[in-house]
T-cell receptor, first 114, second 112 residues
């Protein structure tokens, strides 16, 4: 099983809402990533968890809050987002330390902030 | 800083023609190099990766790439394009400092 799943597939939220994105993998990977991707652009790294600890935070605004409850799950909590935060949010995982191995990507959550 | 440059943000080829997508990296030390593909409304899928073993790397779906240190290049090729190859292609690099960068991407259109 080389699958990373993400829910929901689509999300529309207002600027005052609180929502969460969920990512799950059952490959035994110990590094998990959140990326943000705007249309026709490459993914931009947001956060990296390595062995369930936050190891990289690419100066992401605090309205994005990651959480890694266990080695299979990664959440991204969203609060008071802005319209410019509308994008495709991709989750990825890799076997051991961050970036050492191939990253496997989920299908993404397409977020629209109104 | 380590980076990759993808020449040509859009490439169009006829069905059955050679596909050539260009990627150059900037480094004095050979890094790890990757090609990912992203089909419309999907996540990224690894096509192939170079990890300092063979310089000619074969990937999935008939794609291959050759690492050329003298040219600091890692171009992606496929002998015969299929309609299903239409997608966005990203070159990426991981350097010795364990930093990871995507290129800006190349959109491939296949003309029937």
């Amino acid at each position: 099983d080389t699958e990373v799943t993400q829910t929901p597939k689509h999300l529309v939220m207002g600027m005052t809402n609180k929502k969460s994105l969920k990512c799950e993998q059952h490959m035994g990977h110990r590094a998990m990533y959140w990326y943000k991707q705007k249309a026709k652009k490459p993914p931009e790294l947001m956060f990296v968890y390595s062995y369930e600890k936050l190891s990289i935070n690419e100066s992401v605004p605090s309205r994005f809050s990651p959480e890694c409850p266990n080695s299979s799950l990664l959440n991204l909590h969203l609060h008071a987002l802005q319209p410019e935060d509308s994008a495709l949010y991709l989750c990825a995982s890799s076997q051991e330390r961050a970036f050492q191995e191939t990253q496997y990507f989920g299908p993404g959550t397409r977020l629209l902030v109104l | 800083a380590q980076s990759v440059t993808q020449l040509g943000s859009h490439v169009s080829v006829s069905e059955g023609a050679l596909v050539l997508l260009r990627c150059n990296y900037s480094s004095s030390v050979p890094p790890y190099l990757f090609w990912y593909v992203q089909y419309p409304n999907q996540g990224l899928q690894l096509l192939l990766k170079y990890t300092s073993a063979a310089t000619l790397v074969k990937g999935i779906n008939g794609f291959e790439a050759e690492f050329k240190k003298s040219e600091t290049s890692f171009h992606l090729t496929k002998p015969s394009a299929h309609m299903s190859d239409a997608a966005e292609y990203f070159c990426a690099v991981r350097n010795t400092g364990n930093q990871f960068y995507f290129g800006t991407g190349t959109s491939l259109t296949v003309i029937p």
